[in-house]
C-alpha cells in the first residue's frame, strides 16, 4: 500500500495533521460548550437589571404620589407641584395630570401640544388630553 512515494508523503501528511486537527476540534468544542453557560449568565444577570430598573422606577413614581397625596393641590398650584416633580425626576414623567371627581383633566403638564411624541406614546393619554 504504501509502496510509492506520494503514498508515503500522503500518509506522512495525514499522520501529521489529524492530531492537530483532533486538538482543533476538541478546543473549538470546549469553547462552544463554555459560551453556551456564558450565554444563560448574561440572560440573567440582563433580566436583574431590568428588575433593578423598574423597581426603581416604581419607587420613584411611589414617591412622587407620596408627595403629592400630603399637599392639597389645586389648580392655582397644581403646576407649580407638577414643575416640582418633574424637576425632581428629572422630567421622568410624560405627563401628570390633575382631573376632577369626574376624570376630566384640569391640569395637564407639559400641555398636550409640548408633550413630545417619542416619549408620550401611549394611546391611553389620548382620549385624557
Same mark, same amino acid.
Given at each position: 500500500?504504501?509502496?510509492?512515494?506520494?503514498?508515503r508523503v500522503m500518509a506522512l501528511i495525514v499522520a501529521t495533521t489529524l492530531p492537530l486537527a483532533t486538538i482543533a476540534g476538541l478546543l473549538a468544542w470546549h469553547n462552544y460548550q463554555e459560551n453556551v453557560g456564558n450565554a444563560l449568565s448574561r440572560t440573567?444577570? =440582563? *433580566?436583574?437589571?431590568a428588575l433593578s430598573e423598574l423597581s426603581s422606577d416604581m419607587d420613584q413614581t411611589h414617591t412622587a404620589l407620596d408627595m403629592l397625596a400630603e399637599g392639597n393641590i389645586?389648580?392655582?398650584?397644581?403646576?407649580r407641584e407638577f414643575a416640582l416633580v418633574q424637576t425632581?425626576?428629572?422630567?421622568h414623567y410624560c405627563?401628570?395630570?390633575?382631573? =376632577? *371627581?369626574?376624570?376630566?383633566?384640569?391640569v395637564v403638564l407639559p400641555p398636550p401640544?409640548?408633550?413630545?411624541p417619542a416619549i408620550c406614546t401611549s394611546s391611553e393619554l389620548l382620549p385624557i388630553l
Open positions: 500500500m504504501l509502496d510509492t512515494v506520494s503514498a440573567e444577570k =440582563d *433580566a436583574q437589571t389645586s389648580p392655582d398650584n397644581a403646576l425632581i425626576s428629572q422630567h405627563s401628570l395630570v390633575l382631573t =376632577d *371627581a369626574d376624570g376630566r383633566p384640569v401640544s409640548s408633550q413630545d
